[in-house]
């Protein structure tokens, strides 16, 4: 067997390569020749020294450049920093390039012109478009539709589009993590098949992913309650900007915060203080119960003999609140055997837990046997290889695997609650007594810890989610042996006045706050949950960037909201 490794922009291949124990072969060879070069005054000054005068009289540097490279039998892209731009500016090369057409060309421009104006509503934009079109030129940027977008290319592709004016592609690098019905995923990853949440909270269709090598200055942005976020500088983000506002009297004063309407800005031009937003999941899907798979029938050699001896009684697993409190706890301290054991692995002081599962087990028509082991802990266990199946089918096969299914996270509120309640019970824990009362979740996946803090969101709370780098050489070391730490460490958690209604709402608790320290920086509506800046650091980066393109909304979530800013695709 052999291993190939390819790149187009790594910078260290020989050091690679020594690595892999293989062999450099390198190429700069390109089906179109590149050259890097300057247009000053009437010539075309390259890298290499080469100087390529241009004809002409036209006053205009980028008509004068547009047509000497139409003269040449060429085409040419001009990128722009703003769509207002890109617009402006393909007006303004129309009656040149116009001029350089050919009769037949014209003709074959104003079929294409007229076939724009018939590609959905017809917009001021799209009149623009058309009429652009006609005269051999056209714009290209993220307000057009997808089908305009593909017009344009194809024009340009079929040679009768001479010059188009668009605006950069802006990206995401590898590894940021994007919502979508299933697990988040990072966005390399996605593809046709996926469906991304959006701006308006529901989850719309990737249309196309799109990909191309990036050398230079990204963003890395913190907010306050979420992980940080990298992009293009160019990359638009939904913000809100907040005003603080206060009155004051002899006996009171008061403070409080309002929010100006969204809107897109780029990534380079916010500011520290700026609300970044999330938004609430709007889908909202009644689910009754899941099917349990069949077991095979019995069968000697004479044929099947009927059901299997070791099938549930039930051939739908009920969502009752009883069962989704049991599937939340399974979801935070469950695992499943191969010869269909489910077990629990709980603290042996936690006798209500111990309750709640067996009771909801013996509900399904199961066994359970309770094993209290060394260390405090303890182990409640079944056996149903249809219960383990589709558990870990639902749920992934480990802790670092935990997820929750596509389906629960358009559950409706009633049903989020005990499921919600059992990941609780499992792996959380509530504080109301001190001075900073504070219900917090920790988990090794980070799947998990995305979809909990999205849940949580959608039924109107505001978490904070926080993610601790583990040495893996650091250990805690307990009286008889050592645990050393392989996965970072997600903590999602509910504070500030909200935890009254969190452990009302959840755990049908009441509590009274002590102390001053209730006060949220962040704040929610029935729309978004609104972020704080807390930080924005300008990083290098090298290597592939991605974006994608996506029905409807043009807009996907990350840890917040960012715009699918789709840049041109061509070849």
Known sequence: AQLLALSA???????????????????????????????????????????????????????????????????????????????????????????????????????????????????????????????????????????????????????????????????????????????????????????????????????????????????????????????????????????????????????????????????????????VLFPRIKENIQINGINLPRLKPLSNQYG???????????????????ILELLGIFVAEGCTGKNGAVQFAISSNEEELTKKITEAIASLGLKYKVKDLERHRRTVITCSKQLAIKLSDLFGKDAYSKCLPASFMKLPFEMLCPLIRGMWLGDGWVFSDGMVPMASYTTISPSLSKQLYALLVKIGFMPSLAKRKVDQTSQLKPANGSIVHRHDLYSIKISGKQIVDFCRIIFGREISLKGNRTFNLNHIDENYYYLKIRKIRPLQYCGQVYNLEVDNDSSYVGSFVVHSSAGINLP
């Open 9 to 275: 922009t790594v910078n260290n291949g020989e050091e690679m390569a020594g690595w892999l124990g293989g062999k450099l072969v390198t190429s700069t060879w390109r089906p179109v020749p590149l050259s890097e070069g300057v247009f000053f005054r009437d010539s075309v000054m390259f890298r290499d020294g080469r100087n390529h005068k241009v004809e002409g009289g036209e006053a205009d540097p980028v008509a004068r450049m547009a047509l000497e490279v139409i003269r040449g039998g060429g085409q040419m892209l001009v990128f722009t920093g703003s769509r207002l731009s890109a617009v402006s500016l393909a007006k303004r090369l129309e009656p040149a390039i116009r001029a350089a057409l050919k009769r037949k060309e014209e003709t074959k421009l104003l079929e294409v012109s007229s076939q724009m104006l018939k590609l959905g509503e017809k917009t001021r934009v799209s009149e623009k478009l058309s009429k652009a079109m006609a005269n051999g030129v056209a714009f290209h940027h993220a307000g057009l539709t997808y089908l305009q977008r593909s017009a344009v290319e194809d024009a340009f592709r079929s040679f009768l589009i001479k010059c188009i004016c668009a605006t950069p592609t802006l990206c995401l690098p590898e590894g940021e993590e994007v919502f979508r019905t299933g697990p988040p995923i990072g966005i390399e990853k996605l593809d046709e098949k996926d469906r991304v949440l959006g701006h308006t909270g529901h989850f719309q269709k990737v249309i196309a992913p799109t990909s191309r090598s990036y050398i230079g200055e990204i963003l890395e942005i913190s907010p306050y309650g979420q992980l940080p976020m990298r992009m293009t500088p160019e990359h638009k983000v939904l913000i809100s900007k907040g005003i603080r506002r206060s009155t004051h009297s002899r006996k009171i004063n008061r403070h409080w915060w309002e929010y100006g309407s969204p809107e897109w800005v780029e990534a380079k031009k916010l500011k520290k203080g700026d609300f």
């Open 304 to 322: 099947p003999m009927g059901r299997h001896w070791a099938e549930m009684k039930i051939d739908n697993l009920p969502l009752s609140e009883q």
